[in-house]
């Protein structure tokens, strides 16, 4: 079945940059998300990705896609305290509307 | 644009009475979803809508029902609350792939999300 994995936290300075890492099973996922979930409020879709690229930039987030290891990764250049959220990776397949969501990693940006 | 509404944002329910969670959206799209969020747990689908008139099971049904009202509309009801269902619960909504267009996400919309306690 459909699994996604994350870790649940990631503590990071300020300026520096986040990588925050997810693992699928599903090798026929077909779109990746990622997702941000600010305190109290719902999720909000931050950048998505393709099954059939390797890599997208987005401003300061850069999603990166191993197909062969089923990992997709998150960087944030230079981190803000305003990034600091859940951020949840999200898989669906292809003609489907359901995603599975991993469990969210806590991103912390102290100053 | 309102996006998707929910209504209450907060409730306390004590053991054994029901209540229905409201969710509606505003951007013409075909599915609708319920979700509860636990600490440590992630999000867990409860229930889905996959068009007007239709509703599937999620991982964890058990304890809820819901209705499609209409297209706007998809409500979450628990007839018999218990203190496991004290959660917060979020509903979402999606588009559907038309027939004949190229591939697309269906990236979800996320409501502000009911914060339930069962005592």
């Known amino acids: 079945g459909e699994d996604v994995e994350q870790s649940l936290f990631l503590s990071v300075r300020e300026g520096d940059s986040s990588v925050i890492n997810c693992t699928y099973t599903?090798?026929?996922?077909?779109?990746l998300y990622w997702y941000k979930q600010e305190p109290g409020a719902g999720l909000q879709l931050l950048t998505y990705i393709f099954s059939n690229m390797d890599m997208k930039q987005d401003q300061r987030l850069t999603v990166l896609l191993n197909k062969k290891d089923k990992h997709l990764s998150l960087r944030i250049a230079d981190t803000q305290t305003g990034d600091s959220a859940i951020y949840f990776c999200?898989?669906?397949?292809?003609?489907?509307?359901?995603?599975?969501f991993g469990d969210g990693t806590t991103l912390t940006v102290k100053p | 644009n309102a996006g998707v509404t929910q209504t209450p944002k907060f409730q306390v329910l004590k053991t054994g009475q029901s209540m229905t969670l409201q969710c509606a959206q505003d951007m013409n799209h075909n599915s609708m979803y319920w979700y509860r969020q636990d600490p440590g747990m992630g999000l867990r689908l409860i229930y889905y809508?996959?068009?007007?008139?239709?509703?599937d099971k999620g991982e964890v049904p058990n304890g809820y029902n819901v209705s499609r009202l209409n297209k706007r509309e998809f409500s979450l009801r628990l007839e018999s609350a218990a203190p496991s269902q004290t959660s917060v619960y979020f509903c979402?909504?999606?588009?559907?792939?038309?027939?004949?267009?190229?591939?697309?996400?269906?990236?979800?919309?996320f409501g502000p999300g009911t914060r339930l306690t069962v005592t």
């Open positions: 999200a898989e669906s397949l292809c003609g489907a509307g359901k995603s599975t």
């Open positions: 599903d090798s026929s996922s077909t779109y």
């Open positions: 979402a909504s999606s588009e559907a792939l038309p027939r004949g267009h190229p591939p697309r996400t269906y990236e979800q919309y």
């Open positions: 809508s996959a068009s007007e008139g239709t509703t």
